[in-house]
């Protein structure tokens, strides 16, 4: 087996460029299956996460349409139908909900002395950071009273706390203006980062609804109501349940074909929509390695197939002097699976490095996954010994009187 080895190795590094293209394929190969598929368990693993930040026990009833777009989960911003009275249709009906809050977001820009920014201003009930899993990290969330009494206050997300006031801590007390309205900062939220709906948390603030609806603007609908519901909790019929109540209060009939105007959905719903996008780049992976592999099979055979003719003379010596058929195939067996193995592993080796630095970049959770690798690494070895069966069995067949009399 060593002797073998040593005449693999030196019939290899003889021809090395012709070596080199002969691996390319494996190389890509095993960097595709690697790298692309480790990217979407990052990119899978990633959406587990942010489904998690949505809030414990989480149902939705969003306003219109909800769509996948680039990543992130849209709603129609236009659509009006939905009602603060519906929300609290939703909240006494569901039997199964221990806590709601409705909720109206839009995009406007916000203003501290001369500093400005734009942010995502939620108006919602102060029970939000409860149902959401949100808390205040400085000061505290607006109260009761202030919904109430229609207060301008406001709790700041801290990426925006530190836009206005250099740092969380310190925002707490301070003055900000939305719509020219002056409104105190009571407090500032803890980092949450993206939610699976794509809004980064830390870039939002919060006002008390009835400020919003009746002190900054003169709106009466909302575009969504959050509710938690008790453990155990068949969240499939808590959404068909919360369906049926919209439809009757919307005058929707759905046997006649009407459509809803509103959206129910679930922490699993979301995630269904994030494995849309996954399993595609899966598939993009399976498919780019898949094609790969087999340009690089295709590569090591034709190879070997030269190597088989280019080194005739040799084979027939070896019979010669007495070297067995099985001899000959396990020689040329080591030289393709040794060819196959060693761009597998390259490959994979380029691919962990490509994913270390994706990772970073891309703030993707660190996914490893050592079966895949094992997979890459002997599916390459594994493809040199498939592509070298053909010429090592070529080899082993050389007629011996032959070779030697034309040579």
């Given at each position: 087996?060593?002797?073998?080895?040593?005449?693999?190795?030196?019939?290899?590094?003889?021809?090395?460029?012709?070596?080199?293209?002969?691996?390319?394929?494996?190389?890509?190969?095993?960097?595709?299956?690697?790298?692309?598929?480790?990217?979407?368990?990052?990119?899978?693993?990633?959406?587990?996460?942010?489904?998690?930040?949505?809030?414990?026990?989480?149902?939705?009833?969003?306003?219109?349409?909800?769509?996948?777009?680039?990543?992130?989960?849209?709603?129609?911003?236009?659509?009006?139908?939905?009602?603060?009275?519906?929300?609290?249709?939703?909240?006494?009906?569901?039997?199964?909900?221990?806590?709601?809050?409705?909720?109206?977001?839009?995009?406007?820009?916000?203003?501290?002395?001369?500093?400005?920014?734009?942010?995502?201003?939620?108006?919602?009930?102060?029970?939000?950071?409860?149902?959401?899993g949100n808390h205040p990290q400085y000061g505290h969330f607006f109260d009761q009273d202030?919904?109430?009494?229609?207060?301008?206050?406001?709790?700041?997300?801290?990426?925006?706390?530190?836009?206005?006031?250099?740092?969380?801590?310190?925002?707490?007390?301070?003055?900000?203006?939305?719509?020219?309205?002056?409104?105190?900062?009571?407090?500032?939220?803890?980092?949450?980062?993206?939610?699976?709906?794509?809004?980064?948390?830390?870039?939002?603030?919060?006002?008390?609804?009835?400020?919003?609806?009746?002190?900054?603007?003169?709106?009466?609908?909302?575009?969504?109501?959050?509710?938690?519901l008790a453990d155990g909790t068949d969240f499939e019929a808590a959404k068909a349940t919360?369906?049926?109540?919209?439809?009757?209060?919307?005058?929707?009939?759905?046997?006649?074909?009407?459509?809803?105007?509103?959206?129910?959905?679930?922490?699993?719903?979301?995630?269904?929509?994030?494995?849309?996008?996954?399993?595609?780049?899966?598939?993009?992976?399976?498919?780019?390695?898949?094609?790969?592999?087999?340009?690089?099979?295709?590569?090591?055979?034709?190879?070997?197939?030269?190597?088989?003719?280019?080194?005739?003379?040799?084979?027939?010596?070896?019979?010669?002097?007495?070297?067995?058929?099985?001899?000959?195939?396990?020689?040329?067996?080591?030289?393709?699976?040794?060819?196959?193995?060693?761009?597998?592993?390259?490959?994979?080796?380029?691919?962990?490095?490509?994913?270390?630095?994706?990772?970073?970049?891309?703030?993707?959770?660190?996914?490893?996954?050592?079966?895949?690798?094992?997979?890459?690494l002997f599916g390459s070895a594994a493809l040199g010994l498939v592509a070298g069966a053909?010429?090592?069995?070529?080899?082993?067949?050389?007629?011996?009187?032959?070779?030697?009399?034309?040579?």
């Open positions: 087996m060593f002797f073998s080895l040593r005449i693999a190795l030196k019939s290899l590094t003889t021809h090395k460029m012709r070596t080199i293209l002969a691996m390319l394929g494996v190389f890509l190969g095993a960097l595709a299956l690697t790298g692309v598929l480790h990217i979407s368990l990052a990119m899978e693993r990633k959406a587990v996460l942010e489904t998690e930040k949505l809030g414990p026990n989480l149902l939705m009833a969003m306003s219109g349409n909800v769509r996948f777009r680039r990543g992130d989960i849209r709603t129609d911003a236009g659509n009006t139908k939905l009602k603060l009275p519906d929300a609290m249709a939703l909240l006494r009906g569901l039997p199964s909900v221990v806590g709601g809050v409705p909720y109206l977001a839009f995009t406007s820009p916000i203003r501290a002395g001369d500093k400005k920014t734009m942010c995502q201003i939620v108006a919602t009930w102060p029970a939000y950071p409860a149902i959401r202030d919904e109430d009494d229609k207060a301008l206050v406001c709790a700041l997300g801290p990426t925006i706390a530190t836009r206005l006031f250099g740092s969380p801590e310190a925002a707490v007390g301070q003055t900000v203006y939305i719509f020219r309205a002056r409104l105190r900062v009571v407090g500032v939220m803890e980092e949450k980062g993206s939610d699976v709906s794509g809004t980064n948390q830390d870039e939002q603030i919060f006002v008390p609804l009835s400020t919003y609806m009746r002190r900054l603007s003169n709106k009466n609908y909302i575009h969504g109501v959050y509710m938690q919360a369906q049926y109540i919209l439809r009757r209060r919307h005058g929707i009939k759905t046997e006649k074909g009407q459509p809803d105007d509103f959206r129910v959905l679930t922490a699993r719903d979301t995630m269904q929509l994030k494995q849309q996008a996954l399993d595609l780049v899966q598939t993009l992976g399976y498919i780019s390695s898949s094609l790969s592999f087999a340009i690089g099979g295709l590569g090591i055979l034709s190879i070997m197939i030269l190597l088989v003719r280019a080194r005739r003379l040799e084979i027939g010596i070896r019979r010669a002097v007495g070297a067995r058929r099985r001899d000959i195939i396990r020689q040329f067996l080591i030289e393709s699976g040794a060819m196959s193995a060693v761009g597998g592993t390259a490959g994979t080796a380029a691919a962990l490095l490509l994913l270390a630095v994706i990772y970073r970049l891309g703030q993707f959770p660190s996914v490893y996954n050592a079966w895949l690798i094992g997979t890459s053909y010429p090592a069995w070529s080899a082993a067949n050389v007629e011996v009187l032959q070779v030697l009399r034309d040579e």
